[in-house]
């Protein structure tokens, strides 16, 4: 059984491999894989605040304080877990991809805080990559968490290789099953009440774009609602939102290692 595995990843390696070279790291992924590496995006950083609340809570803030209670608790049930962001700095949207790259990781979780112009609206949503958003607010949170991407002094990159992009686009595909998979996981477990639950949701995000394994970005609450961003302001409701998000990890991990043949941990 693991023998034809090998064979099967040996013989694609040979294929991606005589499409590009620059893959070629890829045979480094033969063997079982199991789930053992998770990352965690804390949205923003530096002059990149994020969305900001009436009462004051800032999204970047918010999210990399979620992101250590999140990274605490995996790392508690014995994942290895990489932050792409430890502290209040600018860190560029394909510099998180590739950290996550870099890293082999499994799964690549996305944080951040959700903002409309609608002060009634508040909720959580969880979205995994599409090209095209599938709804209206759907693309316009994308638009609104893609600005970093414009802050960046970065004016040429991807399309210039076209077989690259393909390729790259190619892979990301390869994870779009398990990223909806994962997105369903955790907005299950996060919206516990139905009231505030928005749903799964797919729009371009840049910082999904290339990263080659399973990836949602879950919108964790609107500080631009009251309620919630009051919500969001205490411990507990963040305790609350990390413990959601860590039994998502440990059930897709479960189902993951299952689908590969793998035991668990
Ligand atoms: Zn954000």
Redesign the pocket.
């Known amino acids: 059984m693991q023998f034809e595995r090998k064979q099967v990843a040996v013989a694609l390696v040979l294929i991606v491999g005589a499409l590009a070279p620059a893959l070629a790291r890829a045979d480094e992924s033969i063997g079982p894989d199991r789930f053992d590496t998770v990352v965690i995006d804390a949205?923003?950083g530096g002059d990149d605040e994020?969305?900001r609340g009436a009462a004051g809570l800032i999204?970047?803030e918010l999210?990399l304080d979620i992101a250590y209670r999140v990274a605490k608790r995996l790392a508690e049930n014995g994942l290895q877990v990489i932050l792409t962001r430890h502290d209040d700095s600018f860190v560029p949207l394909e510099k998180r991809t590739s950290i996550a790259n870099d890293a082999r990781a499994d799964l690549f979780i996305?944080i951040?805080?959700?903002?409309t112009h609608d002060t009634k609206v508040r909720g959580i949503e969880t979205f995994f990559l599409a090209l095209s958003a599938s709804d209206d607010h759907a693309g316009q949170v994308a638009r609104?968490?893609n600005q970093?991407f414009r802050i960046e002094d970065t004016p040429t990159r991807r399309s210039d290789d076209a077989l690259v992009a393909i390729i790259g686009d190619l892979i990301t595909n390869e994870h779009m099953e398990e990223s909806n998979e994962f997105a369903r996981l955790a907005q299950l477990e996060l919206a516990g009440d139905p009231k505030v639950a928005r749903g799964v949701k797919q729009a371009p995000f840049v910082v999904l774009e290339g990263v080659q394994m399973p990836a949602a970005l879950v919108?964790i609450g609107f500080l631009t609602n009251r309620q919630d961003e009051q919500l969001l302001r205490g411990g507990a409701e963040r305790d609350r939102i990390a413990g959601a998000l860590v039994r998502a990890a440990l059930e897709f991990s479960r189902r993951y290692d299952a689908r590969r043949g793998v035991g668990s941990r």
């Open positions: 949205g923003h994020g969305a999204e970047k999210v996305s951040h805080g959700n903002a609104r968490e970093a919108e």
